[in-house]
């Protein structure tokens, strides 16, 4: 899901506080006219060969920034919970996960820049030859990200394409700029030449010039389906991209598994940032005889979830990124109310951005709760006849992220887990656990590519196959040495 911020009439942006909506900072839209300057520079650094940085410097400017970050850990932290409204303990998470990554993508240098041989002499036609692959930078990255992981997401984006050598053009979400603002800022102190990374603040007809320029070589999407596939069709000849889309984590528990494992599980699954993860659980499958069950313990934990301002050390659940947003969440579930869903837990907004963690008991299989992403605070849950429809109605939408398995019977977790249509599938653990190392993709409208930093970065270069056919010498007669 995506929403618009507030604009001004100045040709500005106002960024505020999601969860109180005091004014943090008021930035200007940067114009087409930026834009073309900004393709022009990062163009002509990809035209310079001899002025690209080399890997030893590339890795010591990320290093540089990694010691940056983490000397103002605490400020982003601060600075995450206020623009994008995750609760403090969790911003304190990303920013770690955010240094991390930084020294992730520097070690996988080490792998993704090798080449390798290719074997000559086999065939008459290649005796003489010697033969190996090089890897270059694609050229010029754009990474259009997303509000609700403000900084993690600039890295996941904009440190690969730093660290294979391409000139990335960063353009971040409007609600949420500000983290960006200053990691480019800490990047440029690390030693990072000017115009190899160029962050631009500006509206959605700016991104898509600069999305269908036919200069890029690598678009990096995270946000709405809509727009996300919206752009891939407009992509110039040749430019590759990588999609990130949402879904609706769907979760199959049963009868062997043991809820006091499963129901903290799905509260921070299911309630982590209220729900605006694009792989939080949603939708959770149980027998017949056991979902109600669940459901009431579930709703009783989502019902002592501390919900409020998300600097307060105790918050569990920050605001909605808009107010709009709450308006939607509510609308939904108020229509698989209305269509004979039992509400357990969670009721009005209590708020103008904030609202409580809702469980649903057995919402309609045509509600919007059912088929389309919430990204909101709310949990569904279904009883299933057998483990046959839990699946069947997990793979039923067109959207397939992450997955989980909650079971004691490893044979039935493991054959759970192979019918499950999904990209990834935790077993007894919720759908949003992710480490920064590991591949991270959507299947079908879900998305298009493969995340995670190290798998970015291959994406971010391309090999050249160089080979050698050796020059005809006179024979030695003599013996050598």
Partial sequence: MTSKPDRNKTGQIDVVSPFDRRLLATLPLQTADDAERMLATATRLTEDRDGWLEVDERIAILQRLAELVAGEADDFARLIAAEGGKPLRDARVEVGRAIDGIGLAVRELLR??????????????????????????????????????????????????????CPVIVKPALTT??????LCELLQQAGLPEGWCQPIVCDNAVSEQLATDPRL??????????????????????????????????????????????????L??????AGQVCVSVQRVFAPADLARELAEQLAA????????DPRDEATEVGPLILPREVIRVHEWVEAAVAGGALRLTGSEALGETLYPPTVL??????????TAEIFGPVVCVYPCQDRCEAIRRANSLDVAFQAAVFSNDLEAAFDTARRLDAAAVMINDHTAFRTDWMPFAGRRASGYGVGGIGYTMRDMLQEKLIVLKSVPTDPCHSPCG
Avoid at 119 to 136: D, K, L, N
Avoid at 143 to 158: D, K, M, R, T, W
Avoid at 177 to 182: A, D, K
Avoid at 268 to 273: A, E, L, P, Q, T
């Fill in 112 to 165: 993704v820049m090798r080449g390798e041989e290719i074997p000559m002499g086999h065939t008459a036609a290649t005796r003489g030859r010697t033969a190996f692959t090089v890897c270059e930078p694609i050229g010029l990255v754009l990474a259009i990200s997303a509000f609700n992981h403000p900084l993690n997401l600039i890295v996941h984006q904009v440190i690969p394409a730093v660290a294979v050598g």
């Fill in 177 to 182: 700029p500000l983290n960006c603002l200053r």
């Fill in 217 to 266: 070589a690598f678009l990096t999407f995270i946000g709405s389906a809509k727009v996300g596939w919206s752009l891939r069709a407009k992509l110039a000849p040749g430019v590759r991209c990588a999609l990130e889309h949402g879904g609706a984590a769907p979760v199959i528990i049963d009868a062997t598994a043991d809820l006091k494992q499963v129901i903290p599980a799905l």
């Fill in 268 to 273: 921070k699954g299911g309630f982590y940032h």
């Fill in 301 to 308: 934990g989502a019902a002592q979830l501390v919900v409020g």
């Fill in 361 to 370: 008991y057995d919402p309609p299989a045509d509600a919007l709760v059912s």
